[in-house]
């Protein structure tokens, strides 16, 4: 029986998510506080070159450059184009907590009560015609 081999690569590969990077991108004081989070000698080139649209680090200006040329990072770019869903949205998507307003009478359907939808019915005659 062969041995159960368990890899990291999903763990060890994975990045900010996109709603994290468009923190990143709209408040400085989040950067910071995800770039004080790292340990500067443990960061490629000692931390000196960040792409923050793919929150990854690079060894030395070649590499940065070359990243920001590449694929991937066009590819992330155009994703940040598009503004993430807000709590407030998922909600309102779901039905839940919406606000429609207060309701006005003018709005409600007007009903007769004079007769009931039954009565209304007995009075027709056998050829469809009411009396």
């Not at 910071?32 to 649209?53: F, I, M, N, T």
Request: glycine share 6%; net charge neutral; with cysteine.
């Amino acid at each position: 029986m062969a041995p159960v081999r368990r890899t990291k690569t999903k763990t060890r590969r994975h990045i900010r998510d996109i709603d994290q990077i468009h923190a990143d991108l709209h408040s400085p004081k989040h950067l910071a506080q995800h770039k004080a989070s790292k340990a500067v000698e443990d960061l490629p080139g000692l931390g000196q070159w960040y792409c923050v649209e793919c929150a990854k680090w690079f060894e030395g200006e070649h590499n940065f450059l070359q990243h920001q040329r590449g694929k991937p990072h066009k590819r992330r770019m155009r994703a940040l184009r598009v503004e993430p869903y807000s709590q407030k949205e998922a909600d309102a998507a779901v039905g839940l907590s919406t606000d429609n307003g207060p309701v006005r009478k003018e709005d409600l359907p007007e009903l007769d009560d004079s007769k009931s939808t039954a009565e209304q019915s007995m009075d027709l005659e056998p050829n469809g015609e009411g009396t």
